[in-house]
C-alpha cells in the first residue's frame, strides 16, 4: 500500500502502514531488509539509545527487558541500549560485575524473539 502525506498532520505511519507488507510512499525501503556488515536487519527501524529510567542501581530490571521485548516486538530491526558503562561512576547500566551478563543473555533473548538486533551502547570506556 502507497501512502502519501503531508507528515505535519498526522502521525508519519499508521498502523496500517506498518502492516507486513505495506510500503510507504515517503520511506519506500522502510521495511526492505538492509545489510550491516555480517548482519542483515530485517528493516530499516532502528530504537535510537536512551535511557527510559528503568535499571535500577546499574541493572537491568525485569521492566527494562520488557520494554526492549515490547519495542522488538513492535517492528524494531535494530535497538541500542541506554548507556553502559565500565565504571560505576557513571550513567544508567554498568558493566562492573558478573551479575549483568545473565541481564545480557536475557535482554538478547528477548529482542530475538523478533529477530531483532540488540546493540549495547558502551559508553566512558575509559574512566
Ligand atoms: C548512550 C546514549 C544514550 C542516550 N540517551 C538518550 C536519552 O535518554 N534520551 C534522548 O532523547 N536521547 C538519548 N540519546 C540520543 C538518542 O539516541 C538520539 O541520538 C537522539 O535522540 C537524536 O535522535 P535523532 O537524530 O533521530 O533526532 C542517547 C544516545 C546515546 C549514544
Redesign the pocket.
Given at each position: 500500500m502507497a501512502v502519501d502525506r503531508d507528515t505535519k498532520k498526522g502521525p508519519l505511519l499508521t498502523v496500517a502502514e506498518l502492516a507486513p507488507g505495506a510500503r510507504h510512499a515517503k520511506f519506500p525501503h522502510l521495511f526492505s531488509p538492509i545489510r550491516l556488515g555480517p548482519i542483515t536487519a530485517k528493516n530499516r527501524i532502528v530504537n535510537?539509545?536512551?535511557?527510559p529510567r528503568f535499571a535500577h542501581a546499574g541493572h537491568y530490571t525485569e521492566q527494562l527487558i520488557a520494554y526492549h521485548r515490547e519495542r522488538a516486538q513492535g517492528g524494531a530491526a535494530v535497538i541500542?541500549s541506554?548507556?553502559t558503562s565500565v565504571t560505576p561512576d557513571y550513567l544508567d547500566l554498568k558493566n562492573v560485575d558478573g551479575r549483568i551478563v545473565d541481564e545480557y543473555q536475557q535482554v538478547m533473548e528477548a529482542a530475538m524473539t523478533a529477530y531483532t538486533v540488540f546493540c549495547s551502547?558502551a559508553?566512558k570506556m575509559f574512566a
Amino acid at each position: 500500500m502507497a501512502v502519501d502525506r503531508d507528515t505535519k498532520k498526522g502521525p508519519l505511519l499508521t498502523v496500517a502502514e506498518l502492516a507486513p507488507g505495506a510500503r510507504h510512499a515517503k520511506f519506500p525501503h522502510l521495511f526492505s531488509p538492509i545489510r550491516l556488515g555480517p548482519i542483515t536487519a530485517k528493516n530499516r527501524i532502528v530504537n535510537s539509545a536512551h535511557q527510559p529510567r528503568f535499571a535500577h542501581a546499574g541493572h537491568y530490571t525485569e521492566q527494562l527487558i520488557a520494554y526492549h521485548r515490547e519495542r522488538a516486538q513492535g517492528g524494531a530491526a535494530v535497538i541500542v541500549s541506554g548507556a553502559t558503562s565500565v565504571t560505576p561512576d557513571y550513567l544508567d547500566l554498568k558493566n562492573v560485575d558478573g551479575r549483568i551478563v545473565d541481564e545480557y543473555q536475557q535482554v538478547m533473548e528477548a529482542a530475538m524473539t523478533a529477530y531483532t538486533v540488540f546493540c549495547s551502547d558502551a559508553s566512558k570506556m575509559f574512566a
